[in-house]
Nanobody, 121 residues
Framework: VQLQACGGGLVQAGDSLRLSCAAS???????MGWFRQAPGKEREFVAY????????AYGDSVKGRLTISWDNAKNTVYLQMNNLKPEDTAVYYC????????????????WGQGTKVTVSS
């Protein structure tokens, strides 16, 4: 399975963006996660979703502003980001959860190439 993230860009604080993560192979029955990495910082957990959408989780810094969703028909996972803040500036990555704690980046494989989000103040 190959994952390709897109949808990033340069926006102003308070704006919204929707990131997409398209999978080349079948990802039904898996779980997916979004992480982000700002310059000079560790890769940080952002959001998690199980394939049926019944289980979702969010990082503390984005809770209430971001929504993860899954379109099985399109084999795509989305990350809707609202009320963006300058501290959300980072490269955002999607990845396939293969087991273990969902907040731990080591629990994921098949990382996409990342899409850059820049939020100006």
């Amino acid at each position: 399975v190959q994952l390709q993230a897109c949808g990033g860009g340069l926006v102003q604080a308070g704006d919204s963006l929707r990131l997409s993560c398209a999978a080349s192979g079948r990802i039904r029955s898996y779980a997916m996660g979004w992480f982000r990495q700002a310059p000079g910082k560790e890769r940080e957990f952002v959001a998690y979703i199980y394939w049926d959408g019944d289980v979702t989780a969010y990082g503390d810094s984005v809770k209430g502003r971001l929504t993860i969703s899954w379109d099985n028909a399109k084999n795509t996972v989305y990350l809707q980001m609202n009320n963006l803040k300058p501290e959300d500036t980072a490269v955002y990555y999607c990845a396939l959860h293969v087991g273990g704690a969902y907040r731990n980046k080591r629990s994921y494989n098949n990382w996409g190439q990342g899409t850059k989000v820049t939020v100006s103040s």
